[in-house]
């Protein structure tokens, strides 16, 4: 049986190796098996429309700003996260209580927003924002948190204007990397389930094989990409002296 997979955990240029390499072990171990070529042609289709799609928008010059507004986002979002979790082991009086606050709101609405799409981390800041601003303003003044606060603000409505600049002006019947990576990864689905169906009603050598090469993609391949985010939170936490997640 192949392992369930939470996709949206790869970056797009990691999913696109993680199913590049999927493709190519499936392709290996049952290509000359007629019923597996539908799923398999499908897979690479859909490979090849993510490539293009991550081809034609690095080449956008929108997609670098964007690309820069998230950073700022990132980081202004991560600082006001560690500035309130260091109010909420200060010794004033309240400032514990207040700093809890604050944290439950964003562990409500999206403590790892950073780590989300853009639409997804744009609503998940909204949110916090929204919130702290119409009920807890009181408690950025008593924390002090107030310029972080409003630098997360700013940082916030920049990206906002540049998401929907670059929304309103994709090009018309071209899909987004958001589009082709629904589509790759309905692909891979499909596959891999065929995969573990194939196997249980007709068990094969083969097949079983097959099951633990990708069960091993999906370990090592995850390992990866937890790495990475280690490393890019780390490198946050030299440039910015904050303390980052994920």
Not at 2 to 11: A, D, V
Not at 97 to 103: G, K
Not at 164 to 185: C, D, F, H, M, S
């Amino acid at each position: 049986m192949i392992e369930s997979l939470n996709y949206s955990l790869f970056p797009t240029d990691e999913f696109l190796t993680f199913g590049t390499g999927a493709y190519s072990i499936a392709q290996r171990a049952v290509s000359n098996q007629e019923s597996f070529n539908p799923y398999l042609g499908k897979v690479k289709s859909n490979l090849d429309a993510l490539q293009a799609a991550m081809t034609r928008e690095t080449k956008d010059p929108k997609t670098k700003l964007l690309a820069e507004a998230d950073s700022w986002l990132d980081s202004s979002f991560l600082a006001f996260r560690s500035y309130t979790e260091a109010c909420s082991n200060r010794r004033k009086a309240g400032w514990p209580e207040a700093a809890q606050t604050l944290l439950a709101v964003i562990r409500k609405h999206g403590w790892d927003a950073a780590s989300k799409g853009y639409k997804a981390e744009l609503a998940a800041i909204s949110n916090i924002i929204s919130q702290i601003r119409t009920q807890h303003l009181a408690l950025l003044t008593l924390l002090n948190a107030l310029d972080w606060f409003e630098e997360m603000e700013a940082d916030w409505t920049e990206m906002k204007a540049r998401f929907e600049q670059k929304v309103e002006e994709k090009p018309k019947g071209l899909p987004t990397i958001a589009e082709t990576r629904k589509g790759l990864t309905a692909a891979l689905k499909d596959l891999f389930a065929y995969v573990t169906i194939i196997n249980k009603g007709t068990p094969s050598d083969v097949l079983a094989a097959l099951e633990v090469s990708i069960n091993d993609l999906i370990v090592t391949s995850l390992a990866t990409v937890k790495a990475a985010g280690t490393r890019t939170d780390n490198q946050k936490t030299d440039e910015k002296g904050e303390k980052t997640d994920q």
